[in-house]
């Protein structure tokens, strides 16, 4: 009898590892409803521009690192034909500016910052830029961007940096 009863635990824990699951997971749906004509996309929301290795030589004689592109990518927007619905925007950026209003410093000590350029102008960090027309639909607001000494440095040091922006679309 113990046998039997042995043999029957064995198979009902076959039968259980052969349901058992080959991996799970957990999806987490989220979002944020804002009063505004446009979304904006969620790759939008939170990016990383990645300069890569700079040149210190490069920078020290006043160059520039390559150009990278930041895309604010505006989706659904609804303009009506009366104009009550806005129809313009315009960012503004956040961040402590250098002693250049248009540089944003970097942290770790590398002496160097980050412009921010759109629609013909240098950004002033924590000023609108000047204000875009948008239609409907999907609407993409462009801006360069590049590291570079900081205004008031006589050199760049080797090393890490970061730099953080936030933006605020406002629409009129």
Known sequence: MITVTAGMVLASSSAFAATASSGEGIVRFQGSVIAAPCSIAPESVDQ???????SKAHLDAGGISQKKILNIDLLNCTVDASGATKNTVQVTFSGDSG????ELPTSGG????IVINGYGENVTYGTPTPAVTFLNGSNTLTFDT???MATGSTEVNTGEFTAVSNFILTYA
Not at 48 to 54: P, S, V
Not at 99 to 102: G, M, N, P, R, S
């Open 146 to 148: 590049w590291a570079k």
């Open 99 to 102: 002693t250049a209003d248009d």
């Open 48 to 54: 990383t521009i990645d300069f890569g290795q700079l």
């Open 110 to 113: 590398t002496n160097t910052s």
